[in-house]
């Protein structure tokens, strides 16, 4: 069985996995995690010790398949508790995610298939992250941002990148959520930054980091 330390540290080298097809270095878990080099370096022995991960300084971190099964595992509970909290418990997208991620890392070995039948098998999360399913399948993972769309394209909010609770709190500000629809009025070259129209309401100019967080479809 996996410590509660060690099942962050695997679940923050899958997230890296699958932003970038780079190396994944021992800086880049310490940023990640918010940790000092040397405990990650102590972990990362750990990890492969117990042959959960493989690591080469040229190479960087890779998930062996042990190593990915577990990471899936703990993102499917993650993502699935967010789905109850926000559905059965009424929380709302901003408080949820802090919570999953103590729930996460109840061990009970059905609790994850039992949680994903009583929620009608969800495929993705509030924040718009697909849900593994119990054989490890991701559905659909959508990529590209709302920086990305031409001056005139109608999208729909897909997910979202930034689930801090600064940022959705600033989204429900908007009355933006999963499904909204944007669109593009303006886009200005000075700075990256767009005008917007929400649902049809009213025009409004946000910057460019805010529409890389804007994952559409």
Request: aromatic letters at 6%; proline letters at 3%.
């Amino acid at each position: 069985m996996n410590t509660l330390s060690e099942e962050n540290y695997l679940k923050a080298i899958l997230r890296l996995s699958q932003k970038s097809d780079e190396k994944i270095t021992a800086t880049a878990i310490a940023e990640a995690l918010g940790n000092n080099a040397a405990s990650v370096i102590d972990m990362i022995k750990k990890l492969s010790d117990k042959s959960l991960i493989e690591y080469d300084k040229k190479k960087g971190v890779r998930l062996t398949p042990q190593g990915l099964k577990d990471s899936i595992l703990i993102m499917r509970k993650h993502r699935l508790w967010e789905v109850f909290l926000l559905e059965k418990l009424g929380y709302h997208w901003d408080e949820i995610h802090d919570i999953a991620e103590e729930l996460e890392h109840i061990s009970d070995a059905t609790l994850a298939d039992r949680l994903d039948k009583f929620l009608g098998f969800p495929e993705y999360d509030p924040h718009g992250d697909p849900i593994p399913t119990a054989s490890g399948k991701l559905p659909k993972t959508y990529t590209v941002s709302l920086a990305n769309a031409k001056t005139g394209a109608i999208c729909r909010v897909a997910a979202v990148r930034d689930t801090s609770t600064a940022f959705l709190q600033y989204l429900v500000k908007l009355g933006i959520g999963i499904n909204s629809q944007i669109k593009v009025v303006e886009k200005i070259d000075y700075d990256g930054s767009l005008v917007i129209k929400i649902n049809e309401g009213d025009n409004v100019t946000v910057s460019q980091k805010f529409s890389e967080n804007i994952l559409i479809s």
